[in-house]
């Protein structure tokens, strides 16, 4: 039986956060083995920032955090899936609950919001 996702393979695991209550999907972040391992420490989400190389806390800034209920992966051990609750409401740094705000129709190819923002980047970021 596998241990847990395979590190080896991979360095940086696409991670889906998911709402643990509502099934929404929130977003897709990376792990990497240490991200992996605070997470299951602390019960706090943490993922690895590509662009700033470094360890992300996810809410360190917005106090938006994660709370993990549940810890998943695929069957290829390269994937993995966070169950959360997603504290302050937005998973999302543009301000929207969910990443996934933008829904494009199949027959015109047109895009349109259809995510609730809930809090103005801006005041949270200062920028």
């Known amino acids: ?8 393979k991979i360095d940086l695991i696409p991670t889906i956060a998911q709402d643990s209550a ?13 991200a992996y391992a605070e997470t299951l420490k602390t019960g706090r ?4 920032s590509r662009s700033r190389q470094k360890l ?12 993990l209920h549940g810890l998943y992966f695929d069957c290829d051990a390269d994937t993995i899936l966070v ?3 997603q ?10 609950r969910s990443c996934f705000f933008r829904k494009v129709d ?5 895009t349109q919001e259809v995510g ?3 809090f103005d980047p801006k005041e949270v970021y200062g920028k």
């Open 1 to 8: 039986m596998s241990e847990g996702p395979n590190f080896e």
């Open 22 to 34: 509502t099934g929404d999907v929130l977003m897709l972040a990376y792990m990497n083995a240490e």
């Open 45 to 48: 989400v943490c993922y690895y």
């Open 56 to 67: 992300w806390r996810k809410g360190e800034e917005s106090g938006n955090v994660q709370k």
């Open 83 to 85: 169950k959360v609750e």
């Open 87 to 96: 504290v302050g409401g937005a998973a999302c740094h543009t301000g929207f």
């Open 106 to 110: 199949a027959a015109s190819g047109e």
């Open 116 to 118: 609730e923002r809930v």
